[in-house]
Nanobody, 113 residues
Framework: QVQLVESGGGLVQPGGSLRLSCAAS????????MHWYRQAPGKQRELVAG???????NYADSVKGRFTISRDNAKNTVYLQMNILKPEDTAVYYC???????WGQGTQVTVSS
């Protein structure tokens, strides 16, 4: 069992940036992949970005070129750098270890002027 704790969310104006963090309670160096998801009100949870153990990455089309996922195994932390934020990025963001039931509690991101 691994506990995941997200942080870094907040209120930001359109065009702004935020960096989300997902801190794991145990070493993530042996975990093959980690994902960031988001869920907007009234919508299904969607995969935003993923990163493998070897740091290969993938992104949803809606965030390509604006978001960057990275991992620091020494700190047991995965990051999501979000730039050029849009109102449609407003959601609760969660990190997850795929294939497990390990989810964080989420962090709210609100993009609004």
């Amino acid at each position: 069992q691994v506990q995941l704790v997200e942080s870094g969310g907040g209120l930001v104006q359109p065009g702004g940036s935020l960096r989300l963090s997902c801190a794991a309670s145990k070493s993530i160096s042996k975990i093959y992949a980690m994902h960031w998801y988001r869920q907007a009100p009234g919508k299904q949870r969607e995969l935003v970005a993923g990163i493998t153990k070897g740091s290969s990455t993938n992104y949803a089309d809606s965030v390509k070129g604006r978001f960057t996922i990275s991992r620091d195994n020494a700190k047991n932390t995965v990051y999501l750098q979000m730039n050029i934020l849009k109102p449609e990025d407003t959601a609760v963001y969660y990190c997850n270890v795929p294939g497990t039931g390990w989810w964080g509690q989420g962090t709210q991101v609100t993009v609004s002027s």
